[in-house]
């Protein structure tokens, strides 16, 4: 318990945290106002037609990349800053530790995913509805809005196990976001259903998106990232058990 309330205090007495987390809400907030006001309710009755989960938007994703990065900045700033040496004293089977830091990422990603559904539900719902348009029924809507708050969290534990492997702050933000999003091209060119395995493919179906009859549903889609995740934080572990803390 004092490891958790030691890790949480680290996180969110640095300015960064805030910051992050305010700019990510809102601008998730001015999308999903803008969004929900502006677009075309014609263009919405198409995307219905298509099973998506619109008309409720499900954010820019920016606020999604720096929760990633808040994953990542969990441990990496540990290694930048020099306090790792005196953290790893503190427990020196170092585990307990980054078993503490997997909860604060996990707990993070959960408050985060609840503001944005506060911030994007508060405002595109109660917009749309006053437009006329046709919203999902209110179970399909719970089940999206899960989706992204599970999603929240398993993306800080996922920048946790990229963190932990690469250690190096920028180059460990660099690999993840890169990991994340830009190898999602990549199933484009593998054959069968191989690509809907990716992590960002995962996290789409997570969302309750739906392409065709091959997409993962969002169950799977959850089991799918939550493996990615577990992968990478034991892997994670392992190398910041078995390495010296200034390798």
Partial sequence: MNLLQSEWIKLFTTRTTWAMLGIGLLCEGL?????SGLVSLDGLTELEELETTEPVPTGTGLLMVLVLILGVLIITSEFRHGTSSSTFLATPK?????LAKLGIALAVGVVAGLAFVLV?????????EGRGAELPATDRLVEIYAGV?????LLAAFGMGIGAIVRNQVGAMIAAIAFFFIVSALPELLPGSIGEYFPAQALGSLH?????DGT???LEGGFVLAAWAAGLVALGTLLVCSRDVSE
């Fill in 31 to 35: 999308f999903a106002g803008l969004f």
């Fill in 94 to 98: 170092r585990w307990p530790d980054l």
């Fill in 120 to 128: 994007n539900g508060g405002l595109s719902i109660p917009l749309f």
């Fill in 149 to 153: 708050v599970v999603s929240f969290a």
């Fill in 208 to 212: 309750g998106h739906v392409e065709g």
């Fill in 216 to 218: 993962l549903n969002q």
